[in-house]
C-alpha cells in the first residue's frame, strides 16, 4: 500500500507539473517543461549525494577514523544485503542523520556529532537501520526527483506570472491565472512532496526496524531526536529548509503532528507504529544474529562502566 500511495502521489506531481507547463504555453509549453525537469533530474541524479554532503561539512570516515561507527554501518549493510555505503560525519550538536545516492551502490549515510554522544548503541544502530531501509528502497533517489520536480513547478510558475499575465488573448492564463497559479501550483507541489517524504518514513521505519532485529530500538531513538529538535537548533537546516525531508526527524522544528505541511510523520505515530511491529514480531523484535548484544561501550570502542553515548 505504502508503493502505491507513492506511485500515486508521484505521478500526481508530474500531472501537475505538466499541467503548469501546458497552461503557460499549450502542448509546446508542457514540451518545454518536461525537457527542463529531465535535464534539472539529470544533474541531480549525478550530482545531489556530493551538493549535500558539502552543504552540511560531513567528512567522510573510515575504520581507522572512527571503527565504532564504520563497523556498525558495516555490520547493518550487510544485514540488510547492501553494499558497504561510504559513512560520513557533520559536526553539528543536533542528533540527525540522513542517507544520500543516487543507488545502493554509490549510497552514503551521513550522522551527527550530536547523535553519536548522546544516543545508545542500540539506539544507533536502529538510526543507521533506518536510513539503510531509505537505501534498499531506493528512497534517496526519489526524494530527490520529487524535490527537482516541486522546485521546477515553482520555477513555472514564476514564469507564468511573466510570460502568461501580459497576454491580452486567451493562449495564456492571463493576470488573474498567472497570480493564482504563481501562488496554488507551487502549495499543490509542495503538499504532494511532503506526503511523499511523510509515506517512505513510515516504510523505512519499518524495514529498518527488522533490518536492525528490534523495533524498540528505533522507536527510543526517535523520541530522543525528536525531544532534542526542540532544543538544539541545526542551523544550516534552517538556511537550507528544502533539505528537511532528507533527516530522520524534522531538523527545522520539534513539530509533532502530523498535518499536510509536516515534511515527516509525527513521531508519536511511529513510535506506535513501531511498537505494533514490535508486538507482531514477538518479544520486541526479531533477536540478533546467535543471540548477540551490543556492548556498552564509549564512542570509538573504549570499555566504560558508567553510561555513556553508547549505552
Known amino acids: 500500500m ?24 499549450g502542448a509546446s509549453g508542457a514540451m518545454i517543461a518536461l525537457v527542463i525537469a529531465a535535464a534539472m533530474n539529470l544533474f541531480t541524479y549525478w ?47 543536533q542528533p540527525n542523520a540522513f542517507a544520500t545516492g543516487r543507488n545502493p551502490q554509490n549510497a552514503a549515510v551521513a550522522v551527527t556529532a550530536g547523535i553519536v554522544q548522546q ?15 531509505h537505501i534498499k528502497n531506493h528512497d534517496t533517489l526519489l526524494m530527490t526527483i520529487t524535490a527537482t520536480i516541486a522546485g521546477a513547478i515553482s520555477m513555472l510558475a514564476q514564469f507564468g506570472m511573466f510570460f502568461g499575465g501580459n497576454r491580452e488573448n486567451n493562449s495564456g492564463p492571463g493576470i488573474i491565472g498567472s497570480i493564482a ?11 504532494v512532496q511532503m506526503a511523499i517524504s511523510r509515506t517512505r518514513e513510515y516504510a523505512a521505519d519499518n524495514l529498518g526496524a527488522r533490518i536492525a532485529g528490534q523495533p524498540m530500538w528505533l522507536a527510543s531513538a526517535l523520541m ?12 544550516e537546516a534552517e ?14 522544528s520539534g513539530r509533532g503532528v502530523d498535518n499536510l505541511f509536516a515534511t515527516h510523520p509525527s513521531t508519536e505515530n511511529r513510535i506506535a507504529a513501531l511498537q505494533q511491529l514490535a508486538a507482531e514480531l514477538g518479544g520486541g523484535g526479531t533477536s540478533a544474529p546467535a ?10 570502542g573504549r570499555t ?8
Open 2 to 25: 505504502n508503493y502505491f500511495k507513492t506511485a500515486l502521489l508521484l505521478a500526481g506531481l508530474t500531472a501537475l507539473f505538466m499541467g503548469v507547463g501546458y497552461l503557460i504555453g
Open 47 to 93: 550530482n545531489s549525494d556530493r551538493m549535500v554532503l558539502s552543504m552540511y561539512g560531513a567528512h567522510e570516515v573510515d575504520a581507522s577514523t572512527a571503527p565504532e561507527l564504520v563497523g556498525l554501518v558495516a555490520e547493518l549493510a550487510g544485514r540488510a544485503g547492501l553494499p558497504m555505503p561510504r559513512v560520513f560525519l557533520m559536526d553539528e550538536a
Open 119 to 133: 544516543l545508545s548503541r542500540e539506539e544507533l544502530a536502529g538510526v543507521i537501520a533506518h536510513e539503510l531501509a
Open 181 to 191: 497559479l504563481m501562488i496554488l501550483a507551487p502549495l499543490g507541489a509542495m503538499l
Open 224 to 235: 530522543k531526536i525528536e525531544n532534542a529538535a526542540h532544543q538544539v537548533p541545526n542551523w
Open 239 to 252: 538556511r537550507n529548509p528544502a533539505t528537511a525531508h532528507m533527516f530522520i526527524i524534522n531538523p527545522l
Open 291 to 300: 543471540g548477540q548484544r551490543y556492548p556498552s561501550r564509549s564512542p570509538w
Open 304 to 311: 566504560s562502566t558508567s553510561r555513556g553515548p553508547w549505552g
